[in-house]
Every structure is written in C-alpha cells, then in structure tokens.
C-alpha cells in the first residue's frame, strides 16, 4: 500500500517567517496530494490540494508544490501569523477514495 | 449545512464492553469514510461506505470491528469486546462522490477511552 513520510515532525518559526513541511509517497501511481490543518481537539479541515497533473498550485499565503518524479510534496506558508499554529497532514491517495495520511507536523509560529 | 456530525464526542468503555460510534453525514453527501488516529500519529483509513454498501474495509482489523451506512440513518462504526489498545480518536468523513472529484470533509471525531 501506500507509504506518506512528513517531515519535520516539529516546527517553530518566528511570526512573519515561511515554513516549509516535506512529504514523501511511495507509490508513483498517487494522483492526489491534499493537505490538512488540524487544531488541537479539534476536526481536520483541507487547506489545500494538487492533483498530479500540476506541479504547483497556490492559495494567498498557502502554496503546495509537487514533482512526480522524486514523489514528494511540499507545503509552503508565508509570513505566518498566530492561527497558523497547528498541525498539518499531508495525505496521498492512488484511487478516488482511500488517503493515506502522514504522520503530521507540528507547527508553533511565536509572536 | 450543519457539517459531519458525530456522536458521542467522548466515549468511555471498560474491557469487553462494546463501543458503537455514529456519524452523520453532510447533507446529500452518500459517501463515508471512518479513520483512526492513535496520539501522536496521523489518520489510518479503516472503512469506505456508500448507502448500504461496504466499499473497501482494507483498513478494518479483522475481528471485534463492523461498520454500516445503513439506506436510513447515521453509519455505525462498532468495536466488540473493547481492549486498551481500541483508544483513540475516531474520525468519519463524507463526500459527495469519490475523492479526486470531491473533498472529504471531517466530523469532529469521537475520542474513545478503554479503561
């Protein structure tokens, strides 16, 4: 089955800063790359997604990046700000229903 | 659009006893998914339901879990003869048609505690 590696599991960057989580899938047959925000005790909710046919897609301070070739993907935010703390999943899928997720970042943005 | 809903939020069980957590879908959402996230870890699918209908329970361990999407009503996710290690968030999503097409989105989850 499908294999997602997230790194860094931790992150902390000074408010104003970019930060930048990697994942990796093992299966070169994944068509769909979503992303989730998770605050503490509460739901996932998607911040963003790419498809395998774009090699980037961008969302105001949110951009994801992906290359086919060496399988990984990468979420971007610039000048983050307070909210931004949370944790983030990355999340591949080969079929149209079963996403593999994984292991999450945790991110803290000091004020 | 009241969102996914599920209940109960929490859920404490002894050993042995039996766990069955509900999730509702969105409204004209036919499609559900049940994941588990164990502290400290990501989301492992278990399940994907459509009406009446059990699509792939690739991620279902074999013994003690079920689960349904009945034609009326909420799916059931049912754990028999709970065990310490059954602890866990368990979250459900829905979407309108398969994934690539269509976000999942999540409920709140149940966070389920075995003592």
């Known amino acids: 089955g499908e294999n997602v590696e997230q790194h860094p599991s931790t992150l902390s960057v000074q408010e104003g800063d970019s930060a930048v989580i990697k994942c990796t899938y093992s299966d070169s047959a994944s068509n769909y790359f979503p992303w989730y925000k998770q605050e503490l005790g509460k739901r996932p909710q998607l911040i963003i997604d790419?498809?395998?046919?774009?090699g980037e897609k961008k969302d105001q301070r949110i951009a994801v990046t992906l290359n086919k070739t060496a399988k990984h993907f990468s979420l971007h935010i610039t000048e983050t700000q307070p909210e931004d703390s949370a944790v983030y999943f990355c999340a591949a899928s080969i079929n149209d229903y079963k996403l593999s997720f994984g292991a999450g970042t945790t991110v803290t943005v000091r004020a | 659009n009241a969102g996914v809903m599920q209940n109960p939020r929490h859920l404490v069980r002894r050993r042995g006893q039996e766990a069955r957590l509900r999730c509702s879908p969105m409204k004209g959402h036919s499609h559900v998914y049940w994941y588990r996230q164990l502290p400290e870890e990501g989301l492992k699918f278990m399940v994907y339901?459509?009406?009446?209908?059990?699509?792939?329970e690739s991620g279902m361990p074999k013994e003690r879990f079920s689960a349904e999407f009945p034609k009326e009503g909420p799916s059931i996710l049912r754990i028999q003869q709970v065990v310490r290690g059954d602890s866990a968030a368990y979250f459900c999503?829905?979407?309108?048609?398969?994934?690539?097409?269509?976000?999942?989105?999540f409920g709140p989850g149940t966070r389920l505690t075995v003592l």
């Open positions: 999503a829905s979407s309108q048609a398969g994934t690539i097409v269509n976000e999942q989105f």
């Open positions: 790419i498809r395998s046919n774009v």
């Open positions: 339901l459509q009406k009446e209908n059990i699509i792939d």
